[in-house]
């Protein structure tokens, strides 16, 4: 079974631009969350999806955003990049279907690194 | 607000010797918990996972100990080897859908 496939790996982007991550859930996960992991902040939940719909969404500005489509997968796009967004981005699935709760499984993440 | 936090930053423990990483957490609410696993460049990888109706949980060498009185988890790592070397998370989830991670602590093991 394949796990969680993010893309791209490593990507370099410049102050005021945009980005655009996707992630690919094991297959049969409906819920898809994403996290940024900084040294200083460690990692920050940002937003989580299941069937479409955000149920929650962390403490980041409306720069950052999300959605999921109907086959789970699901992308998060930064605009208006600043140096600060430099981060390794996760993203985890889990089997959860809001009748309880189930482990998260993660990719290897999307390193960005905003100059 | 909510946190998890963890006691030692950087653990040092002898190859063979068993391993201790301690973690606080702070919303008496949260019913699962997790350990992770992560190595330098890649993703977190599950370790142990414990329910709030449980105060211990046996894996392969690993136990997670769960004390809801004074909301603290534990990770005992036995023969720690060489491979256990990476940062340990602690993560709480309290049915938000989302999941609040300690900072980690590094484990070293010396040969």
């Known amino acids: 079974k394949a796990g969680v496939t993010q893309t791209p790996r490593y990507l370099i982007k410049t102050r005021g631009q945009q980005v655009t991550l996707s992630c690919s859930p094991i297959?049969?996960?409906?819920?898809v969350s994403w996290y940024q992991q900084t040294p200083g902040q460690g990692l920050q939940f940002l937003f989580e999806?299941?069937?479409?719909?955000?149920?929650n969404k962390g403490n980041f500005p409306g720069r950052f955003s999300g959605r999921q489509f109907s086959n789970s997968r699901s992308e998060m796009n930064v605009s208006t990049l600043e140096l600060g967004d430099s981060a390794l981005y996760l993203c985890?699935?889990?089997?959860?279907?809001?009748?309880?709760?189930?482990?998260?499984?993660f990719g290897e993440g999307s390193r960005l690194t905003v100059l | 607000g909510e946190s998890v936090g963890l006691h030692l930053p950087t653990l040092s423990v002898q190859e063979g010797d068993n391993s201790i990483i301690n973690c606080a957490y702070s919303?008496?609410?949260?019913?699962?918990f997790i350990w992770y696993k992560q190595e330098s460049g890649k993703g977190p990888q599950f370790i142990i996972d414990i329910r709030s109706n449980m105060d211990k949980r046996q894996g392969q060498r690993v136990t997670v100990l769960l004390n809801k009185t004074v909301k603290h988890l534990s990770l005992q790592i036995a023969a720690t080897q060489p491979g256990d070397s990476a940062v340990y998370f602690c993560?709480?989830?309290?049915?938000?859908?989302?999941?609040?991670f300690g900072t980690g602590t590094r484990l070293k093991v010396l040969a």
């Open positions: 919303n008496s609410a949260s019913d699962y």
């Open positions: 999806y299941f069937s479409e719909t955000q149920r």
């Open positions: 297959s049969g996960h409906r819920s």
């Open positions: 993560a709480e989830n309290s049915g938000t859908y989302k999941y609040i």
């Open positions: 985890a699935s889990s089997s959860e279907t809001g009748s309880d709760t189930g482990e998260l499984f």
